[in-house]
Nanobody, 125 residues
């Protein structure tokens, strides 16, 4: 599956952004989807994930209550609504996919086989 992330940009602290990831090439509903981010000088970290059917969602503690992941299997898209953004949310955000109906390993990058190109989110104070 090919992934194309979009929606990044610059926003002030407290603002909102909505990231989208469009998938093509395979049966999207067979894929678990995730969002990761990588800040300058830091390792890539887990942000959020959603099961193949959308019934299960997972969040890093740092974004819980502020970010919401969702998917539309009819449009082959997964979205990340980010509210109450903080400067520490500044990073390149990547969407990722794993052809699996299991939610195992959803928190680790190695649990995904396909990655989008990343979209930059910059939050200023």
């Amino acid at each position: 599956v090919q992934l194309q992330a979009s929606g990044g940009g610059a926003v002030q602290a407290g603002g909102s952004l909505r990231l989208s990831c469009a998938a093509s090439g395979r049966t999207f509903s067979n894929y678990r989807m995730g969002w990761f981010r990588q800040a300058p000088g830091k390792e890539r970290e887990f942000v959020s994930a959603i099961s193949w059917g959308g019934g299960m969602t997972f969040y890093a503690d740092s974004v819980k209550g502020r970010f919401t992941i969702s998917r539309d299997n009819t449009k082959n898209t997964v979205s990340l609504q980010m509210n109450s953004l903080k400067p520490e949310d500044t990073a390149v955000y990547y969407c990722a996919a794993k052809q699996s109906r299991s939610s195992a390993d959803y928190r680790v990058a190695s649990g995904y086989d396909n990655w989008g190109q990343g979209t930059l989110v910059t939050v200023s104070s």
